[in-house]
């Protein structure tokens, strides 16, 4: 293990601890915002840019993905080079990354610029906490880390609006756009205000730690989305999908090995020897899986299937957020009256419930059951997060806490990255099932097909100005049309189905966490 570190900081005065953490929620809210702003304009971008959900859903885990890739070497950057240096740098990437995404041409090309943009976000987050924690002394500390998880509160609520205003009323590519004034501005304040905080112990970069955990999750990702590939006509049995994970598997294996085996690890996996902190780690890792897999769906499915606009899809959000804002504060407050075991289980309760819900999708959902279950998804995420992490951090030792702290978020964004794509794949895998089952239901040459196919020849003769031939053929497109939304919608409802038993199925290890605070 490192040595303790000890930071070098110039005294503060009062307005500029409280510049600098205005300064720093705006980046944080940037950095949030952009992992849930793209969601109500997949629809558009997909059409735009021709792409298909599987190829999409990289617009998302790219930029997650590399996110969580980063956060484990944001501590070390910062101890090399400085933390103002780092975080203008941070900066600098992300509002570059967010000009190339805006001028994207190709998925692929869009996919790149994400994942450099994710880079920069990754940073800005970790580095920002930080900085936020060295200018505020102890005493003020908590207050000002409240503040700086409010932008990440906000950045869930109006993420989705802010996407789909900028869709309807602009272009997608503003989704991007919008970044780059704010990130330049950001740029020169952090340069011109905020002083450098430097490191006096610093340590070796831990290179071949960084290469294998960078390694096995985009690969395995990259497999599993293969599957479904129109390129590949092998499924599980590809070459390309099986090497994938045989180099997954074997990256994975090795930095297990490695991390336990090297003086000054690039992440201290020794923490996971406190029960509390392993079994906290397995519930957020199961949360941002059912979390972040399952929401992306709902924009989708608002406007494929029910016609709303990127806006009204993302309106519907608001209220995620804000009540997550609201009861954060008094599940807190609750911790110290209940046990956190019981606050913990209520708020993956209602996850649960709000995945259930959605299960009920139809063809003809109103609004106010979709802004009900998301009531609940806000209120479950607000009363489950302080509980969960007070029990996580509470026998974690000093030393160890940055590891500690770099690990809870790195499994958030990796639980999301993985929900994202084994959701994406569920979906493709599900709706084919219930299409092939709907279509033998069906009996194309029974007596209620023909009944109907005249029935809908007969209107689209009436009402469109159409021959005989050409109303039968819109009459079997309409049938057929709806027989896809129906499986669509169907395959949609088990993708949350299976959200509900992941969130309910992240009981079990809270059943295993102990309140009790151990002597150190």
């Known amino acids: 293990m490192s040595e303790p570190q000890t930071y070098t900081t110039p005294s503060q005065s009062g307005a500029y601890k409280w510049l600098i953490l205005v300064n720093i929620m705006i980046t944080t809210f940037m950095a949030v915002l952009d992992a849930t702003v793209v969601n109500t304009g997949l629809p558009v971008i997909m059409g735009t840019l021709g792409a298909s959900m599987n190829s999409a859903e990289w617009i998302l885990t790219g930029y997650m993905l590399s996110m969580a890739t980063v956060l484990s070497i944001a501590g070390w950057l910062s101890n090399r080079f400085g933390y103002k240096n780092v975080f203008i740098f941070a900066l600098a990437i992300f509002t570059i990354g967010s000009f190339m995404c805006g001028n994207s041409t190709s998925i692929n090309e869009l996919v790149f610029w994400r994942v450099i943009e994710g880079i920069g976000g990754g940073l800005l987050m970790p580095v920002g906490m930080s900085i936020v924690s060295i200018v505020f002394p102890p005493e003020e500390r908590g207050t000002a880390l409240g503040f700086w998880a409010i932008a990440t509160a906000a950045s869930v609520s109006f993420g989705p609006m802010i996407g789909g205003y900028l869709v309807d009323n602009f272009n997608w590519n503003y989704i991007f756009y919008v970044n780059i004034p704010i990130g330049i501005f950001c740029i020169i304040f952090t340069f011109a205000v905020q002083r450098q905080y430097t490191l006096t112990n610093k340590t070796k970069f831990d290179w071949l730690g960084f290469i294998s955990s960078s390694l096995f999750l985009p690969v395995f990702l990259f497999g599993l989305s293969q599957v479904n590939s129109s390129t590949n006509p092998s499924g599980w049995?590809?070459?390309?999908?099986?090497?994938?994970?045989?180099?997954?598997?074997?990256?994975?294996?090795?930095?297990?090995?490695?991390?336990?085996?090297?003086?000054?690890?690039?992440?201290?996996?020794?923490?996971?020897?406190?029960?509390?902190?392993?079994?906290?780690?397995?519930?957020?890792?199961?949360?941002?899986?059912?979390?972040?897999?399952?929401?992306?769906?709902?924009?989708?499915?608002?406007?494929?299937?029910?016609?709303?606009?990127?806006?009204?899809?993302g309106l519907v959000f608001l209220p995620v957020g804000i009540i997550q804002a609201v009861s954060s504060p008094i599940a807190g407050k609750l911790c110290k009256i209940i046990d956190p075991r019981y606050i913990i289980i209520t708020g993956l309760a209602l996850l649960s419930y709000s995945f259930y819900m959605n299960?009920?999708?139809?063809?003809?959902?109103?609004?106010?059951?979709?802004?009900?279950?998301?009531?609940?998804?806000?209120?479950?995420?607000?009363?489950?997060?302080?509980?969960?992490?007070?029990?996580?951090?509470?026998?974690?030792?000093?030393?160890?806490?940055?590891?500690?702290?770099?690990?809870?978020?790195?499994?958030r964004q990796i639980g999301g990255s993985f929900g994202v794509a084994i959701f994406t794949y569920l979906l493709h895998?599900?709706?084919?099932?219930?299409?092939?089952?709907?279509?033998?239901?069906?009996?194309?040459?029974?007596?209620?097909?023909?009944?109907?196919?005249?029935?809908?020849?007969?209107?689209?003769?009436?009402?469109?100005?159409?021959?005989?031939?050409?109303?039968?053929?819109h009459a079997k497109d309409y049938v057929t049309n709806h027989l896809n939304i129906e499986a669509y919608i169907s395959g949609l409802g088990d993708d949350f189905l299976i959200g509900c038993l992941f969130a309910a199925l992240a009981i079990i290890p809270v059943l295993f966490l102990t309140s009790k605070q151990k002597k150190r």
């Open 429 to 473: 895998q599900r709706r084919q099932f219930h299409s092939e089952r709907y279509s033998e239901a069906l009996n194309f040459t029974g007596e209620k097909y023909t009944e109907t196919i005249n029935n809908l020849q007969y209107y689209f003769q009436r009402n469109g100005s159409v021959n005989h031939n050409e109303a039968i053929s």
């Open 359 to 411: 299960n009920g999708f139809t063809y003809q959902t109103d609004h106010a059951y979709i802004l009900r279950s998301l009531i609940f998804r806000g209120a479950g995420m607000g009363i489950l997060y302080p509980p969960l992490l007070t029990i996580a951090l509470k026998n974690v030792s000093i030393p160890l806490m940055p590891h500690a702290s770099s690990i809870t978020n790195i499994m």
């Open 237 to 313: 049995s590809s070459p390309v999908v099986m090497g994938c994970m045989w180099i997954a598997a074997v990256s994975f294996i090795y930095f297990l090995y490695h991390e336990l085996n090297t003086s000054e690890p690039l992440i201290e996996l020794s923490v996971f020897k406190d029960k509390n902190f392993a079994m906290s780690n397995i519930v957020i890792f199961i949360f941002g899986t059912a979390m972040f897999g399952s929401t992306f769906l709902i924009p989708l499915y608002m406007q494929d299937t029910l016609g709303y606009s990127a806006y009204e899809a």
